[in-house]
Structure formats: structure tokens, C-alpha cells
């Protein structure tokens, strides 16, 4: 089939699939389609159970009409109706004997229907080539004034499902019932024939026991005999006639038909004959909802499916299908877990190559499990079964990448140590089903998100993480470990969302769980600490924060050898360079670095990429490009230039690049870092505000300050909707957009955003906090622009306050005494300016590490020293700022045109 056809056709259902059959008709007959095409769509809207669009194309014959006879065939009464047609119970009338038969007939199609009599005929050819026990047998066929017809041999039975329940046949007994179904499947797939309309409704089974199997209408010939368009060979791709409920995900997908859509046919079969249940509810579904589940969804095993059912059976339904397989309803539970469960499953995968490879090898399997020998199937495993949900909603959740395989590595992790555990205290069954349950809890957390389930459609990656809490209350209220991980788990995941709130609610609770837990292991507990005291940091709760580290520090330190030494020191530095004590965090990085595991290179990167920044927020540039180029070089070989951790190192790097003063380079890097992140994680996920705030730095170091102001913009808007305006990310795009508009000299649009910062690192972070000071430092310069001398003053003395607290801040405190002499000599208080820059002066003599601030203190008193008239003093203080400026910037620099205008203004030397 042309693929654009089976589009297009698809195209129209979906637009027709919710309108009346009335309006179905009318909508379907003025789009005036070309045969095929408008076939196509019939097809599909057949297929819909929603959907009972009359059809103009051909007709059914139908009770109220005469009752006619078919050549020597007299109709007795009506059997059922089916695709193509109705099969009536009828009599074959001879001359001395009578006949019982099914005879299926079709009215001769009109003008346009020619394929539905290509597919009747079909259908004729292939049941009269297959002869089998197991297989309704072909008579006879013909056509009459009435239609075309076949006769069949008339099964005086029951269907499968009905037979199976009314005997009250046990589960090893139902599967050698199924058993001669594999036998007649496996015949006809010798035959090169797929039956591909498998179903509980097509199974009969006579009174004496022997299957039968029914209506071949939508059968395939696999090779040798010519296809019509309608329905394509198996080298071709192309939808052909199928009921939704019992399709193959290769129907739904346009794929190729093989051999192994009726091996999916028959674990459909199979596990509703097992449990009394289809293995999908599509009850109130239309198609399209279907082909979503289909494709995409697992079912549950056939164990857990019984077992839920029969844990919500309001109705006594499960009640009486326990009664039909004449047994306890844990006895057929344990029946079917296991091989049962996995020999199901095996037939159902969504990948047609990963199925038993033909019928016999599904029917050897059962054959092994009945005779109690090992199967060949064995259970998915965890990690493919949460990727297949991660691949499902990859779209949807694509903000959260990164986080559903932390979904998928955590959880492979607890169930592992399940497994170990296991083994070590001999309770293997226990420790199992605590694993499942873990494992069950994550793919029924991803089920929440689909377009399909209780709620709806379009989930954000948050919304698919806040499901999980009130999941965990309800799901593992009695084990308290579990649900602690769990909870910390997704605490953890709360943040890399940039949702920090409900990270510090459920870190806290997942530790008042787990901290005198007397089943838990020191490594859990130390899991469950690090997360919580992440969360305190999201929220800006430093100082908690820390306390928690520490104390995750003593329970590492107290086993020999030392419980997650390396990542306990790691997530402490993270925690002191995110609160500024940059020093702090270089000595944890070296404690992480030399306690890691030397094969753990990934862990032994990260540690060194944090060191690299630490190093560059002290203005080590030189230190910290090194250790940022082979970082960034092994996550690009490691990892891939998109993953988050390569894109992250860039965007730091990009920080060393501009201050090395490479800017082109510099901003090179942060765009690819802001392209990669849009593309992985969303344009508004809080990680990208950060290559914005960079942008918005770099930019303003190339003089481009329209550009620095939308960057910084950009990250202060998305930092807001994340945050909100009390956090520490939204403070430093305060002070930039601040900053930035004091470049551009509009000091007005800047003072807004100083104010705001100066209230929320008070809040933040404290009064007397070094953060605070550098803000009231850049207010004091914007009041200065202002025109506001007086206030400058104001704003320059308390930064000096705060920065004489604290004796780290010793470069700070020195630069500020400068900053207020320079304020005090705009407003006239010459001697106290004096006094304030001689102080500075003093403090950096001697001190090359000094010579930048010594620049500002000598200008300084160099211009007292004029007003003076001491033309002596004031030449030879510009004359040393004249020279550290060349020495540090070169020649071509606007301040030391200032100097040499401020020499000029003296006139020669004496």
C-alpha cells in the first residue's frame, strides 16, 4: 500500500471518528474520495467500535428480508454477522439425505465494493486448502441471484472461553485446550497463510473437546499468490481489515504482516482464557485510543492482573471466574506467576522479533511448563520495561529527560540490592515482591501520564513527578525503607525540575522515616540525608543545609572503609560553592577526589569540573581553564556533546573564556550550551536561566548591552516563574540587569533592581552576608550616577560595615574603603576621603596581588593631594597608578587616560 494513502486515510478517520453515523455518511460522501481511499476509510471506521457508520458500498442481507435459498442450501436461522457478511445455519437437502452446515454469504458488492468480494473469495480459497482436525472444514461454494456463498462443516459447540468456564477447566487444563489452537495456527502458517483476526469469539470447541477455528475473512497469503492493492504481501507495508481490540501493534503501525502477528494473536487468546480478562480495557475507547495503548502500553502479567481484579471486585465477577478455574484464588495466582506470566508476555511483546520466533516454539514453551521443565521465557527486565514508558512519552516529558533515566537507574539499583539481599538472607520471595512492587510503582507512575488515563493528557514532567507522592502514602504505607528511598527519590527529581518546595517536603519526611529505621543500612540513610540536604540548599537554606552534610560526613566516616566518602565530600563542596565560600568548597573537592573510586572516572570528572568553577568564582582563570577543557573533553567522549553534565561544564567554561577575555569564543560556547539545553530539557527549564544569565555577561564585556539586557531578562523571567523572587538564582539576575543598565548609563532603570536584591539577599542570606555588601558596592557607584552623592556615601559605608566582619573579605573590604574615598571626595569630606585612601594604601603596599585596588586608593589620594595643591605628592601617587595600569591592562585602557590626563593637569615636574 502507498504509505501517503494509508496517512491520508488515517487523516480523514481521525476527523470523522467522532461525528454521528448520520453525519459519518454525509462528511465521507462529500469529501468524494477515489475508491481506494475511501475503502481505506470505510475500514477504519469498521474497525472503530465507536463508530456504526452505514456503509453505501455493499450490504448485509439482513432478518427482515424473505428468507432465500442458495443453490441446494436452505437457511435455517441466523448465526452471526461478521465483516464481510452473515453465516446462517442451513441445510444441505439431497436426494436422500440432509446436511447441517454454516453458510457464510455476501451480497454482490455494488459498484465500487470490488474489494470486499476479492477478500469473500479469498477467503473461499484458503479454507478450501486447509485441512486440519482443528480447523472449521470448507464444503462448498458458489454464488446465487442472492449473493456469493461458502458452506462450512457446522460446529455443535460452544466458544472457547464459554467451554472453558462452563467445565470449570483448571489453568494446566485451559492450556491444553489452547494447545490444539497452536495446532491449527501452526498448520496454516505451513501453509503460508496468516490467520491475523485471532480471538476468543473465532475459537469453538465441540462438545467431545476438539477446538475449532473459525473465520479465515481477513486471512493473508504470505507468498505465491498475487495480492490485491487492498491488501499487501508481507514485503509491503499496509493496513489491512483487523479487529482493534485483538490487533497486533504491527496492524496499528502499518508494519509488515508475518508469522508473528498471530503468535501475538494467541497470547491475546491465551490470556484472557487464563484470567477472564483481556489483556487491555477498551471499553468506551475509540480506535485511536486503542492504537495508542497497543503500541505503546505493557499489560499487566497475568498474575497481577487477576490478583488486582480480584483485589477490587465489588461486583463478584472475579468471584465467579476463581469458581470457573476450580481452585483458590492464591493457587491460581501462583499458577500463573512465573512461567505462566512470562510465556504470556513473551507472546505479547510490541516487537515482532522479540516474540517466539513461530507458533511452535510458543507451543513448545507451554509444553515445557506443563511437564514442569524449565521455559525458554524468561520476564523483561525492569530497565526495558521503564524504558518503554521513558520512549512513550519521550515527547511529553522531555523536560525531564535526564530524569526518567535517573528513574531508570535508581530503580535498577533497588532492585538489585533486593536481589542481593536477597541472596545473602535467604528470603528470596520476600525481597522479590519488594523489588516488583518498586519496580511496578515506576511504571505505574509513568502510566499516570498517559494521554489515555485518569489524568489526561499532556503532563509536564512536574506534573508526572507529583503524581508519585500520594502513589508512595497509599502503595507503601508498611514498608518504610522502601518508602523512604522512594520519596527521597523523588525529592531529588522535585529539584533537578526546578520545583524546590515540594523537594523540601518530601526530603524531610523520607528522613524522619528513615533515620531510626532499625532495618536500614547506613548507605540508605546517608542516600536519604544527601537528598534532604539538597533540598534545604534548593531552598535556599543554607545553613541547615550544611549542618546535614556534616552529619552525612560523620556517618560515612564512622564504617572503615568510609560509606559514599567521594559523593558525600562532592555534594558538600556543591553546597559551600553555591553559598560563595568558594575556598571551602575547593578543599571538599580535593577530600571527594581523593576517596573516589578510581574506576568511577564519570564521578572523578564531575569532581573536577566543580573544582574548575570553584576556582574561576576566585578569579583563578588560569587554574581553572586546564581543568575545564579536560572535563569537557572527556563528557564529550563519555557522554555526547547534548548530554546535561557536557553542557554544563561548557557553560562554566564559557565564564573562564570571557574573563581570559576570549569572548568570542566565550559566546560561541554559551549558545551552544543554550541550543542544546532548549532542545533537551524545554526553553523555560530552570537549568537554561543560567546560559542565559552568562550571555546576558558576556555580552555586556562586548559592549552588545541591548543583547546583555534581553539574556538577563530572559534568565530573570524564567528564574521567577521557577523560583520566584526570594532565591538566590533570581538575586544574581537582579544585580546583572542592574549592573547592565549602569553600563548603558541608565542608572534610573538600574536603581529598581538594587533595591530589590539588597531586600532579598538580607532575606536570603543575611545582613551582614559578603553578597550584600558587593550589592550595596554597585548601588553606591549607580547613586554616584544619580547624582546623589550623599547616598552613595550612605550605600559605600555599609558595604565597608559589612565586609570589616568578615576577615575572608579581606580584598573586599579594601576595595570598598577605595569605593567610599572616592564618594566622600565627590562630596566635599576631603579629610575623611584622605583618611580612607592613605588606609588603603597602607594595607596593599608591598602586595602585588594588591596593585588593582592600590590603582583606585593612589587615584584616589593623587586628586586629595591636588586640591591641596601638592602638586608634589599628587604627581607621584598618579605616576604609580599610571604605571600598575600599564602593567596590568596595557596601554590602550580608558582609565589610564585618565591618569595621564589627571598628570597633563599638573604640568611639567619642577
Known amino acids: 500500500m502507498d504509505q501517503q494513502l494509508w496517512m491520508r486515510a488515517k487523516e480523514i478517520f481521525h476527523e470523522l471518528a467522532d461525528l454521528s453515523s448520520a453525519e459519518k455518511v454525509q462528511k465521507l460522501e462529500a469529501l468524494a474520495l477515489e475508491n481506494s481511499l475511501h475503502e481505506l476509510v470505510l475500514t477504519l471506521l469498521k474497525g472503530d467500535e465507536s463508530s456504526q457508520t452505514p456503509t453505501q458500498d455493499w450490504q448485509i442481507l439482513t432478518p427482515e428480508e424473505p428468507v432465500p435459498v442458495f443453490g441446494s442450501y436452505r437457511i435455517i436461522g441466523e448465526i452471526g454477522r461478521g465483516g464481510m457478511g452473515t453465516v446462517y445455519e442451513a441445510l444441505r437437502v439431497g436426494e436422500d439425505f440432509e446436511q447441517k452446515v454454516a453458510l457464510k454469504v455476501i451480497q454482490m458488492p455494488r459498484e465500487g465494493a470490488s474489494q470486499f468480494e476479492v477478500r469473500f473469495r479469498k477467503e473461499r480459497q484458503i479454507l478450501s486448502r486447509l485441512e486440519h482436525p482443528n480447523i472449521a472444514r470448507f464444503l462448498d461454494g458458489g454464488t446465487s441471484p442472492m449473493g456469493s456463498f461458502f458452506a462450512m462443516e457446522f460446529i455443535d459447540g460452544e466458544t472457547l472461553l464459554r467451554f472453558a468456564d462452563q467445565r470449570k477447566l483448571r489453568i494446566k487444563d485451559r492450556v491444553k485446550l489452547f494447545l490444539q489452537l497452536c495446532s491449527a495456527v501452526q498448520f496454516a502458517h505451513t501453509h503460508l497463510i496468516v490467520h491475523r483476526d485471532l480471538k476468543p469469539s473465532n475459537v469453538m470447541v465441540t462438545q467431545e473437546g476438539q477446538v475449532k477455528l473459525l473465520d479465515f475473512g481477513i486471512a493473508k497469503i504470505l507468498a505465491g499468490e498475487e495480492s490485491s492493492p487492498f491488501e499487501s504481501l508481507q514485503t509491503e507495508t499496509g493496513l489491512g481489515p483487523m479487529t482493534p481490540q485483538y490487533a497486533s501493534p504491527e496492524q496499528f503501525l502499518n508494519l509488515p504482516i508475518t508469522t508473528a502477528t498471530d503468535v501475538y494473536g494467541l497470547g491475546l487468546v491465551l490470556y484472557e482464557l487464563l484470567t477472564g480478562f483481556r489483556a487491555y480495557n477498551f471499553k468506551d475507547r475509540s480506535l485511536r485510543e486503542m492504537d495508542a495503548a497497543i503500541v505503546r502500553d505493557l499489560p499487566m502479567n497475568p498474575s497481577q492482573k487477576f490478583k488486582t481484579e480480584l483485589s477490587s471486585d465489588s461486583t463478584g465477577e472475579t468471584s465467579q471466574l476463581v469458581l470457573a478455574r476450580n481452585g483458590a484464588a492464591q493457587q491460581i495466582i501462583s499458577e500463573l506467576n512465573g512461567d505462566l506470566d512470562a510465556i504470556v508476555m513473551k507472546a505479547l511483546r510490541k516487537e515482532p522479533e522479540r516474540r517466539y520466533a513461530g507458533v511452535s516454539a510458543f507451543s513448545d514453551d507451554l509444553e515445557r511448563f506443563l511437564n514442569g521443565l524449565p521455559v525458554a521465557a524468561h520476564p523483561d527486565s525492569l530497565s526495558y520495561r521503564l524504558k518503554k514508558r521513558f520512549k512513550r512519552y519521550w515527547f511529553e516529558i522531555s523536560a525531564a529527560g535526564l530524569v526518567a533515566i535517573l528513574l531508570i537507574a535508581l530503580a535498577s539499583v533497588s532492585l538489585l540490592s533486593a536481589q542481593k539481599l536477597a541472596r545473602k538472607n535467604k528470603e528470596t520471595a520476600l525481597q522479590r515482591d519488594k523489588a516488583e512492587s518498586v519496580s511496578q510503582f515506576l511504571i505505574d507512575l509513568f502510566d499516570s501520564a498517559s494521554p489515555y488515563g485518569e489524568q489526561g493528557a499532556g503532563l509536564s514532567a512536574i506534573d508526572l513527578v507529583r503524581l508519585g507522592s500520594p502513589q508512595i502514602e497509599s502503595k507503601f504505607e508498611n ?162 556533546p547534548n548530554h546535561p553534565n557536557t553542557i554544563e561544564v561548557l557553560n562554566n567554561f564559557a565564564s573562564t573564556l570571557d574573563s581570559l577575555g576570549d569572548l568570542e569564543g566565550a559566546e560561541e560556547a554559551i549558545r551552544k550550551c543554550i541550543r542544546a539545553t532548549a532542545n533537551t530539557l524545554g526553553e523555560e527549564h530552570p537549568s537554561i536561566s543560567f546560559m542565559w544569565n552568562n550571555l546576558g555577561v558576556i555580552s555586556g564585556h562586548r559592549e552588545n548591552y541591548e543583547q546583555a539586557i534581553a539574556a538577563h531578562l530572559k534568565a530573570y523571567q524564567i528564574r521567577i516563574k521557577h523560583h520566584g523572587e526570594n532565591h538566590m538564582n533570581s538575586l544574581v539576575s537582579m544585580v546583572n540587569l542592574g549592573y547592565t543598565y549602569d553600563s548603558m548609563n541608565e542608572f534610573q532603570k538600574a536603581e529598581p533592581y538594587y533595591l530589590k536584591a539588597i531586600e532579598v539577599a538580607k532575606n536570603v542570606l543575611g545582613p551582614d552576608h559578603p553578597e550584600v555588601g558587593y550589592i550595596y558596592n554597585n548601588y553606591a557607584y549607580n547613586l554616584k550616577g544619580q547624582g546623589r552623592l550623599s547616598a552613595s556615601v550612605a550605600a559605600a559605608r555599609r558595604a565597608c560595615d559589612i565586609f570589616a566582619k568578615d576577615e575572608s573579605q579581606v580584598l573586599e573590604y579594601r576595595m570598598s574603603l577605595s569605593l567610599l574615598a572616592g564618594a566622600l571626595i565627590l562630596t566635599g569630606e576631603t579629610e575623611e576621603a584622605f583618611a580612607k585612601a592613605n588606609q588603603v594604601v597602607q594595607l596593599c603596599e608591598g602586595q602585588d596581588d594588591m596593585k588593582n585596588v592600590l590603582i583606585g586608593a593612589l587615584t584616589n589620594r593623587g586628586l586629595i593631594y591636588q586640591k591641596r595643591g601638592d602638586r608634589e605628592h599628587a604627581r607621584a601617587d598618579f605616576s604609580r597608578a599610571g604605571d600598575y595600569l600599564l602593567e596590568l591592562f596595557g596601554p590602550d585602557n580608558e582609565r589610564l587616560k585618565k591618569i595621564q590626563q589627571y598628570l597633563a593637569e599638573l604640568g611639567p615636574p619642577p
Open 479 to 640: 514498608q518504610p525503607d522502601f518508602k523512604a528511598e522512594l520519596q527521597s527519590l523523588l525529592s531529588h527529581l522535585h529539584q533537578d525540575l526546578g520545583d524546590p518546595k515540594p523537594s523540601l517536603e518530601l526530603g524531610q519526611s523520607a528522613w524522619e522515616l528513615i533515620q531510626n529505621s532499625p532495618t536500614a543500612s547506613p548507605e540508605q540513610r546517608i542516600k536519604v540525608l544527601l537528598n534532604y540536604a539538597d533540598a534545604l540548599k534548593a531552598n535556599s537554606r543554607f545553613e541547615e543545609a550544611l549542618q546535614l552534610f556534616q552529619q552525612a560526613k560523620s556517618l560515612s566516616s564512622a564504617s572503615d572503609p568510609a560509606i559514599l566518602c567521594s559523593e558525600v565530600w562532592f555534594r558538600t563542596g556543591l553546597a559551600h560553592q553555591d553559598n560563595f565560600a568558594n575556598g571551602e568548597a575547593l578543599e571538599d573537592f580535593d577530600a571527594a577526589l581523593a576517596c573516589v573510586d578510581p574506576q568511577d572516572t564519570l564521578q572523578t570528572y564531575k569532581i573536577i569540573g566543580a573544582k574548575a568553577l570553584s576556582l574561576n568564582n576566585m578569579g583563578e582563570y588560569s587554574k581553572a581553564k586546564p581543568l575545564f577543557e579536560e572535563t569537557l573533553a572527556f563528557f564529550e567522549n563519555k557522554l555526547g
